[in-house]
């Protein structure tokens, strides 16, 4: 079965999301700017609707059918990722410790930097043990975005 495919306006730039019947296989972020889908693809729907909750502030969740390529460790690492709490972060050192295998922080971070499906599985929500906005595939900014975004504590304009 051929993957649908669709892209919508996000409040970090375009954003592709390709999946069918059997889940969603792939969310995107686009470096540049791309023609938006006029309909969107009934299996995209759902994954639409959940991404512009989240981007209002009305969703800290996803309750999607996912279904990405990637290794057993590879899964087992976004797994990992998508039991992070909303407004939370862990260190790659943390997460290879919940893993079970405090020496594959490198493979859990090459793992995380793999993640497929954008915010869904939220890979920004991994941070170097300093503290420290390390790698992310789509961008610094769009990381310290969504980390802002997730924020409990909103930072109030001083003037």
């Known amino acids: 079965m051929e993957q649908e ?6 409040p970090l730039g375009f ?4 999946g069918d019947t059997d889940g969603i296989s792939a969310i995107t972020v ?7 889908t006029d309909i969107i693809p009934e299996p995209l729907q ?3 609707y959940q991404l512009n909750e989240y981007f209002e502030g ?15 460790f590879q899964k087992s690492v976004w797994d990992a990722l998508r039991k992070i709490p909303y407004g939370k972060t862990v260190s790659y050192l943390e997460l290879s410790k919940r893993l079970g295998d405090i020496k594959a922080i490198r493979a859990v971070a090459n793992a ?10 939220p890979c920004h929500r991994v941070i170097g043990s300093d503290g420290s906005l390390t790698g992310y595939a789509g961008g610094l900014h ?12 909103k930072q109030q304009a001083l003037f």
Request: aromatic content about 8%; hydrophobic content about 35%; charged content about 30%.
């Open 15 to 18: 954003t592709q999301i390709t």
């Open 112 to 121: 995380n930097g793999k993640n497929p499906l954008w915010i869904v599985v």
């Open 58 to 72: 009305k969703r800290k969740q996803f309750d999607l059918i996912l279904n990405a390529e990637g290794t057993i």
């Open 30 to 36: 686009l470096n540049s700017e791309e023609k938006l």
């Open 142 to 153: 769009r990381k310290k975005w969504l980390l802002e975004h997730e924020s409990p504590y």
């Open 5 to 10: 495919r669709c892209i919508i306006k996000s």
């Open 46 to 48: 759902d994954c639409v």
